[in-house]
Structure formats: structure tokens, C-alpha cells
């Protein structure tokens, strides 16, 4: 497939007002002569279905920008300011990965039980505006994308559960001006689970909980750490009636 799209700058991209970031504590200034970004898509994909529930996909992407809008961080002498701004043009490629296996193969008792991958690799690199420091990939870009996990489903008990892993690679979260460094977000690991089961009296419970490593965000500007905050773990737990059950 091939498309062009296009992408608007957000009013608070392009009001030129002062605010503060809630998390982080910067001071975000709009900008009213952003553009909107223009992006050209080519996509390829090749999938297969062997057996019901299972699934292997490949898939081959390219995108191309023209006027990309980016987070750019400004080499002031006072307090720091961000602001976005216009890059010339970007380039974006990569490649996705997708799998879904059932484990029944191995023996009847894994029946219910499949695992699952997918995968994303990409590159990026931009043209940059005057004024924007070093050579880089695009703002918001993680060279790398991995997401796995293991699901058990028994439709005549009613019990279902799922366990999921996720990790992103480093990516800039704000330009910088020269002569200042970007600012990168480190990459962090994530794990959630979620559990649904049965209750006696028609009850139905289900336990969720998110992100048990609490893996900290850090945001680095060159040796300084700009930001390092962990959000912690969160547990949940419900219980459903459905009458005549």
C-alpha cells in the first residue's frame, strides 16, 4: 500500500504562550509558524494463518516527512525553554515482526495456552533545521520495540490469564539548540498481569496488575540527568454478579 497523509500542529504547539510541564518542570512556549507536516507511506506486509488462533506476520515500512514537527529545547542562559519548530524533512524505515503460537503441540495440558512476539526495528534520520544541534534520528523515534507475553484461556472454567513484557530503546525527547545535547529518555522493561476466574454464586473476579518492575523514567541531557521518577505499581481488583448464572 501507498498513502499520503498529513499531520496538524496541536494548538498548544502553536500558541505562543508560555506554560509548565507537570512532569519535568519545563517551561513550553508554542510556536505560530509551525506548518503541518506532509508523509508520504509505503507499507508491505505478508501474513499467515497455519491453524485457528495462531498467526506470523512480516511487514516492511517506509515513511517520508516533509516539514516535520519537532520538540526542540532552546539554549537559553536563564530558565530552560521548550519550544517546537519545523524540520526540513525526515526519513523512516523499518521492519515489523509478529508471531502467535498455541502450545498444544507440546501436550494436551497446554492446550489453552499460546504465547505471543511482536517486534518492531526502525531507523530514522532528519534533515535538520538551522540552528538544531547534532545529526539524529527523528524526536519521539525508539530504534526498537519489543512486546511478548503468555495468555491461558479455559472457556469452560471461565479462567483466563494473561502476562505481558514490554520494552522500548532509547529515543530523544527534545532536540536541542548548539550548542546544547538532546535530551534522551532511557529505555525501561514493563511487566503487567491480569488474571479473570470464577466466584461460587454467579460471581466473576478479575485481578490486574501493572507494571510490577516500577523500571524508573531518566531523561538524560549529555552526563545530567534531567528526569528520574518511577510511577509505582498498580493492583486492581473487581468482582462482577450476573444474576441466573
Known sequence: ??????????????A???????LGGDNVMGNPDLVRTLVRNYDVRWEWYPNAGEALSIGVFAKDFKDPIERIYL?????????????????????????????????EAFEATSVFANATFMSSEIELAQGISESRPMVGQS??????????AHDDLGLSATALYNISGRRITSAAESPLPSVYEQSRHSVDVSLRFPLPGGLRAKADMENLLDTPYEQIQGTVVRDYYRTGRTFSFGVTWQPGS
Open 143 to 152: 530504534p526498537y520495540v519489543l512486546n511478548g507475553g503468555i495468555s491461558y
Open 75 to 107: 539554549g537559553t542562559s536563564g530558565t530552560r525553554i521548550v519550544t517546537f519548530a519545523n524540520a526540513a524533512s525526515a526519513k523512516n524505515y523499518g521492519v515489523e515482526l509478529e508471531v502467535r503460537k498455541g502450545l498444544g503441540f507440546f501436550a
Open 16 to 22: 505562543p504562550v508560555q506554560y509548565r510541564d507537570v
Open 1 to 14: 500500500s501507498a498513502s499520503q497523509t498529513l499531520s496538524r500542529p496541536e494548538y498548544r504547539e502553536l
